[in-house]
């Protein structure tokens, strides 16, 4: 049964599952809805983008340790971004990102996922607008959900969001539920927080 986590709870993915090597990391939201006039122009769509941001020593080393949409697969085949969801539709995950666990190379003691609104300033879009926001961590042998943090502050005006991190302790690798939203303009300003 999946452990439900509450912001800043920590939880051991690996201590009692023996031999979890590869996990999923599943991101969701959903717009809200909002009503329109008749003659009121469609909404934009809000384009969430879910990264993550492989550590050293909790830094970020270099462009290459950040997975996105523009790059999809670390170097190291460790961390692998299954796509970029334009719309955040649908029910499940919006975006997931894959981690071999013993694929991470030794130096690299943190893993952080967050997620931006794409343009976000020019579109006048913050994550106010979104709900059911949450960051879950899947077992890939089974599918079997090992924990879910589900985000549910207000977050008006903020425009991205470290949802969580995946980190090495003690040989164990666990999982901390962040939930902190920033008003950062896009990817790489959020990316500058862990240089």
């Known amino acids: 049964m999946a452990v439900s986590l509450q912001k800043g709870q920590k939880v051991s993915l690996t201590k009692d599952n023996a031999g979890l090597n590869k996990i999923i990391v599943g991101?969701?939201?959903?717009?809200?809805?909002?009503?329109?006039?008749?003659?009121?122009?469609?909404?934009?769509?809000?384009?969430?983008?879910a990264s993550a941001v492989l550590c050293i020593g909790g830094k970020v080393q270099n462009g290459a340790d950040?997975?996105?949409?523009?790059?999809?697969?670390?170097?190291?085949?460790?961390?692998?971004?299954?796509?970029?969801?334009l719309t955040?539709?649908?029910?499940?995950?919006?975006?997931?990102?894959?981690?071999?666990?013993?694929?991470?190379?030794?130096?690299?003691?943190?893993?952080?996922?967050?997620?931006?609104?794409?343009?976000?300033?020019?579109?006048?879009?913050h994550f106010g607008m979104i709900q059911n926001c949450f960051i879950r961590i899947v077992d890939a042998r089974n599918n079997n959900e090992l924990c879910r943090y589900?985000?549910?502050?207000?977050?008006?005006?903020?425009?991205?969001?470290?949802f969580g991190e995946v980190y090495r302790h003690n040989g164990e690798w666990k999982f901390n539920a962040i939930g902190q939203a920033t008003a950062?303009?896009?990817?790489?300003?959020?990316?500058?927080r862990f240089q």
């Open 88 to 125: 955040g539709a649908g029910e499940g995950d919006d975006e997931q990102i894959m981690v071999e666990l013993g694929k991470v190379p030794a130096q690299y003691d943190k893993i952080i996922f967050v997620v931006n609104i794409y343009h976000a300033k020019e579109r006048h879009q």
């Open 184 to 192: 950062d303009d896009g990817l790489p300003q959020l990316v500058a």
């Open 27 to 49: 991101l969701g939201w959903n717009e809200v809805k909002k009503s329109r006039g008749f003659f009121a122009p469609k909404p934009q769509d809000i384009d969430c983008d």
């Open 150 to 162: 589900n985000l549910s502050e207000n977050y008006d005006n903020m425009t991205a969001m470290i």
């Open 66 to 85: 950040v997975i996105f949409f523009n790059n999809l697969t670390h170097g190291s085949g460790a961390v692998k971004h299954m796509g970029d969801n």
